[in-house]
């Protein structure tokens, strides 16, 4: 079975430093792997998605992401962080040929002036 | 209207009653999925519909009962629900289904409180 795990809960920086939210996976067979934002009362957002290809991944609003498969790990980055940057951050990922996004609980990136 | 429209946005019933959540997409998808997102857990899976038909319903209580009129509408029908149901109820479409690395559009969800 696949699984996402997103080890921290709460992230809280100053603004315009950087900032790093880590994902990891488990599964037994390829995967897709994605990230998506959810801004107060909104739904979630795409970000960027990793299928194939370069393992840096580069995304809207300045963030970026980095596949390491020996690590089974897609770790968000965004080098400078802004206000507008606080929400809650979902890595998920879904097997080729299927309809099934697989999520992690979340990480609430707080950024503070 | 664009992308992925739900309402209401706020729902709050007893256990007694009876309501529907609804979702439109105007982006030409075929698929549409309705999600359950509680607090400190990830998100889950409830139902998946393919041009109208469903194709996956995650153990799901029958007290949820999910229709898709066309490949636009999404609805969930809610009965006899319980405190523990009170969560923000997700829907999202896609292209298509049976290819993983297509990206879902969410709605801005439905707050749902069940008294």
């Known amino acids: 079975a696949q699984s996402v795990t997103q080890l921290d809960s709460q992230v809280p920086v100053f603004e315009e430093a950087p900032v790093e939210l880590r994902c990891n996976y488990s599964s037994s067979v390829s995967v897709y792997l994605f990230w998506y934002v959810q801004y107060p009362n909104q739904g979630l957002q795409l970000l960027l998605k990793y299928l194939s290809g370069s393992t840096l991944v580069k995304g809207i609003n300045g963030f970026e992401a980095e596949f390491n498969k020996s690590q089974t790990s897609f770790h968000l980055r965004k080098p400078s962080v802004h206000i507008s940057d606080t929400a809650e951050y979902f890595c998920?990922?879904?097997?080729?040929?299927?309809?099934?996004?697989?999520f992690g609980t979340g990480t609430r990136l707080q950024v503070f002036p | 209207e664009t992308g992925v429209t739900q309402t209401p946005r706020h729902l709050v019933m007893g256990m007694t009653n009876k309501k529907s959540l609804k979702c439109e997409q105007h982006?030409?998808?075929?698929?549409m999925y309705w999600y359950k997102q509680s607090a400190k857990k990830p998100l889950e899976l409830m139902f998946v519909?393919?041009?109208?038909?469903?194709?996956e319903n995650n153990s799901v209580p029958s007290r949820f009962s999910p229709e898709c009129p066309n490949s636009s509408h999404l609805f969930l029908h809610l009965h006899t629900l319980q405190p523990e149901d009170s969560a923000l109820y997700l829907c999202?479409?896609?292209?298509?289904?049976?290819?993983?690395?297509?990206?879902?559009?969410f709605g801005p969800g439905t707050r749902l409180t069940v008294l």
């Open positions: 998920a990922v879904s097997l080729y040929n299927t309809d099934k996004l697989i």
């Open positions: 999202a479409s896609s292209q298509e289904i049976a290819n993983g690395y297509n990206e879902q559009f």
């Open positions: 519909y393919s041009l109208e038909e469903r194709v």
């Open positions: 982006l030409g998808h075929n698929a």
